[in-house]
């Protein structure tokens, strides 16, 4: 969005509010406050203008293609990362060898050797 330039007036303005996190004359960095509270409203069936508009932005950035760009790139992470616990990024799920019995750490094993034996497989297909 090279082509946007805020004035120092603008950029005052959006400093001011408390769901900007940083503003330069090119870019808005919005905080995770404001991307949490986006994506929670959007659930309540509002349209992402509205949404900003009740997070007090301006005309200027409600009129233009930053909520709709903004609300869709959030949507999409918040279906594939875990957004409720305040997280932008996806849980690993570590596995407890200790705690786990000989039958359970069998069937990971097998089931890890499965995927192991399928990838070389599909490996093989690609070679002349």
């Known amino acids: 969005m090279a082509w946007i330039k805020y004035t120092g007036v603008q950029m005052e303005e959006l400093k001011k509010n408390k769901y900007v996190k940083n503003v330069t004359n090119k870019n808005i960095t919005f905080n995770l406050e404001c991307k949490l509270e986006v994506v929670k409203l959007s659930k309540k069936w509002m349209f992402y203008r509205d949404i900003f508009k009740k997070l007090w932005f301006p005309e ?4 233009s293609k930053i909520p ?25 799920e570590k596995i407890d060898f200790n705690n786990m019995t000989l039958e359970q750490e069998n069937e990971y094993l097998r089931a890890k050797l499965a995927l192991y034996e399928e990838l070389a497989d599909y490996m093989k297909s690609w070679l002349p």
């Open 60 to 63: 200027y950035i409600i009129k």
């Open 68 to 92: 709709e760009r903004s609300y869709n790139r959030w949507k999409t992470k918040n279906k594939n990362w875990n957004i409720e616990d305040k997280k932008w990024r996806p849980k690993k």
